[in-house]
T-cell receptor, first 117, second 113 residues
Framework: EAGVTQFPSHSVIEKGQTVTLRCDPI?????LYWYRRVMGKEIKFLLH????????ESGMPNNRFLAERTGGTYSTLKVQPAELEDSGVYFC???????????????FGPGTRLTVL | AQSVTQPDIHITVSEGASLELRCNYS??????LFWYVQSPGQGLQLLLK??????LVQGIKGFEAEFKRSQSSFNLRKPSVHWSDAAEYFC???????????FGKGTRLHILP
């Protein structure tokens, strides 16, 4: 069974440009999460989809970030326009089920390293 | 605010030596506790987790962790490290009914031959 995949693995863009990151979750996983780690800081939650709906987007830093999950399958995270402080590693994770009283393990992808020059 | 503290940013040990990585979480109800490892070029891999029950949990790759409620700690241990254990280790928590994972800043482990 394929794991969580992310594309691209590395992206280098200039300040002001647009970048779109993609995440393909494990097949059948309803929950999809985005996290990011900026240099020297901890990995931080960005948002959580349940199928195609945004369950929690409390971690999104500002309106330059737009996440979508059309059809409840893969997800994209667009940064427009990119700023220097957006550089970091963006992780995607997915899990089964609908939460509730049971915690469902999140499986992580390898991450996309974004460098904004 | 909910937080996870890993006080050691870097740790260096000799191959074959024992290892302990420290982790504390902010005081409150006991969360679900995890240790993840990230090797170069790889994603985050779950080493072990604690939800309830026996406070000493065994994980993959010979790792174990002990939950101590009185100290709000969940330290990771391995009796004898291998060169392949060189990686970055993250302690993490999930509070009940909240799906988001809260991570510590990570501890990078270096192994001396």
């Amino acid at each position: 069974e394929a794991g969580v995949t992310q594309f691209p693995s590395h992206s280098v863009i200039e300040k002001g440009q647009t970048v779109t990151l993609r995440c393909d979750p494990i097949s059948g996983h309803d929950n999809l999460y985005w996290y990011r780690r900026v240099m020297g800081k901890e990995i931080k939650f960005l948002l959580h989809f349940v199928k195609e709906s945004k369950q929690d987007e409390s971690g999104m830093p500002n309106n330059r970030f737009l996440a979508e999950r059309t059809g409840g399958t893969y997800s994209t995270l667009k940064v427009q326009p990119a700023e220097l402080e957006d550089s970091g590693v963006y992780f995607c994770a997915s899990s089964q089920g609908s939460g509730g009283a049971t915690y469902n393990e999140q499986f992580f992808g390898p991450g996309t390293r974004l460098t904004v020059l | 605010a909910q937080s996870v503290t890993q006080p050691d940013i870097h740790i260096t040990v000799s191959e074959g030596a024992s290892l302990e990585l420290r982790c504390n979480y902010s005081y409150g109800a006991t969360p679900y506790l995890f240790w993840y490892v990230q090797s170069p070029g790889q994603g985050l891999q779950l080493l072990l987790k604690y939800f309830s029950g026996d406070t000493l949990v065994q994980g993959i790759k010979g790792f174990e962790a002990e939950f101590k409620r009185s100290q709000s700690s969940f330290n990771l241990r391995k009796p004898s490290v291998h060169w392949s254990d060189a990686a970055e280790y993250f302690c993490a928590v999930v509070w009940y009914r909240d799906d988001k994972i809260i991570f510590g800043k990570g501890t990078r482990l270096h192994i001396l031959p």
